[in-house]
């Protein structure tokens, strides 16, 4: 065999191997639990906004109606609690993480009950009160899922997990997007027109669809349990919980920490913002739910899986700071395609195209941004630095964005979209100065994690 064929095929091989990660069964229990996540986001956000326009609610209330989402960025304040707090009974029987992944699961389930039972149109504050409970539920299952994931592996198969996470994870924004939107369409009675109980029955489905993160929770066995200091009085317990956590965080970085706390902050910023108008803008500009669910099932899972697995090899392969470059750009730029779309009509092959590109880039980015994510955890508080970070992440964003409606109604589609990449252009110096922090830095923290493990 002539030696360039065989750099090849070694080459070739050495990419299947990695791929072969992927069917190891931490990946894959990270698959079902990564739906189980995802399912809700939407359910309380981009799908109800398309549920509540759809009901006649304008577009400026909408916008402010996702504060909601606010709580995921303050889950930060009970995540001590989900790492060292136990529950009556259920920790007893299934540990400290599944037991809270149980426990964020039943709220999740109570709170989309509560809304299938409810009619935007006469009691928006119940409406209301149910999504709080929805996205408290599913905070609590973040902080401990988390956690589990970063306790499942060693730190050269994060970027495999958060691949996998991210699949799932994505996979069910389809279904709790494209899915419900396809679910009601398949049960109203009039012709186009608003049907409440359509929309009733999809999220009845949707509260039965937190049964697959419930079934992988009762299936997966608990992950070895961090040995904790001992404590013996409650003020030393609150200094371990609530101090701890965070000063071990700023004394490892240092002045660094800054930096690294403004890129995540902001790392998303294009995507949330944007996303929050997105349904609303299917729905003005005539798309039917039969329309965008097809598109999202079909052309968005496929770039989904695609790109949440490119995503993960190629942080794997290149590393974690060049992948996050690049996906904050394919996310900008994918902005300016829905810019593009909302001068184009009622355009369905342009919005196969836009919301293809729109699940790639995101795919890409999210991914590399888990792992990034993951690589700054210390493992002995895993489920607060995580939960630290992970509500940094959307608290500038989701603020930012309950103004997207009143910015729309000012200004129209297009120059929403547009100032949505915009903003998006101070992440890319971020993660410039970050990349010079990266060689000294992340080496401390990998020899630090293995001295732990």
């Known amino acids: 065999m002539p030696c360039s064929a065989f750099v090849v095929l070694s080459g070739v091989r050495s990419w299947l191997k990695d791929f072969q990660v992927y069917l190891e069964w931490p990946c894959l229990r990270m698959l079902f639990l990564g739906f189980s996540a995802g399912l809700p986001l939407l ?77 935007p149109k006469v009691a928006l504050n119940q409406i209301v009160w149910c999504a709080l409970l929805v996205a408290f539920g599913s905070a609590t299952q973040d902080i401990a899922l988390d956690a589990f994931r970063i306790e499942s592996a060693d730190s050269d198969r994060q970027a495999a997990l958060s691949a996998t996470y991210q699949t799932g994870y994505r996979l069910a924004l389809i279904w709790s997007g494209a899915g419900v939107l396809w679910l ?32 992988t929770t009762l299936l997966s066995k608990e992950p070895v349990r961090v040995q904790l200091a001992k404590v013996r009085n409650a003020k030393e317990w609150l200094h371990q919980t609530l101090v701890e956590p965070f000063a071990e965080f700023i004394c490892r970085y240092g002045w660094h920490a ?26 003005d500009m005539g798309y039917t739910k039969d329309e965008v669910a097809a598109v999202s099932k079909v052309f968005g899972v496929i770039m989904t899986l695609v790109g949440a697995f490119v995503g993960g090899v190629l942080t794997m392969r290149f590393g974690v700071m060049r992948i996050l470059f690049l996906g904050a750009i394919l996310s900008a730029l994918s902005n300016v395609l829905f810019a593009w779309l909302a001068t184009q009509g ?5 919005l196969i195209w836009v919301i293809s590109a729109d699940n790639l880039s995101s795919g890409i980015a999210s991914a590399a941004f888990i792992a990034f994510l993951s690589s700054l955890t210390n493992i002995r508080y895993s489920a607060t630095q995580y939960a630290l970070f992970s509500s940094m992440m959307l608290l500038l964003p989701k603020w930012l964005a309950g103004f997207s409606g009143a910015f729309v109604d000012a200004f129209g589609y297009q120059a929403f979209f547009y100032g949505t990449a915009i903003i998006g252009a101070p ?27």
């Open 43 to 119: 359910l309380i956000l981009g799908t109800l906004s398309f549920w509540l326009r759809e009901a006649g609610i304008d577009r400026s209330t909408i916008g402010y109606l996702t504060w909601v989402g606010l709580i995921y960025a303050f889950k930060w304040v009970w995540a001590p609690l989900v790492d060292r707090l136990p529950i009556p009974i259920l920790t007893k029987v299934f540990g400290r993480r599944r037991s809270w992944l149980l426990f964020g699961q039943i709220l999740i389930v109570l709170g989309l009950l509560g809304m299938a039972g409810v009619d």
């Open 346 to 350: 009622h355009d369905l092959h342009g």
């Open 258 to 283: 800054v930096i690294i706390l403004c890129l995540i902050a902001i790392y998303r910023i294009s995507d949330v913002v944007m996303g929050i108008m997105a349904n609303p803008f299917y729905v």
């Open 184 to 215: 009601a369409a398949r049960v109203e009675t009039g012709s186009g027109s608003y049907d409440v109980d359509a929309w009733h029955f999809a999220y009845f489905c949707m509260a039965a669809s937190i049964g697959i993160g419930v079934m």
């Open 427 to 453: 992440v890319l110096v971020l993660i410039w100065l970050a990349i010079r922090l990266h060689v000294v830095e992340f080496k401390k923290h990998d020899a630090q994690v293995a001295h732990q493990q």
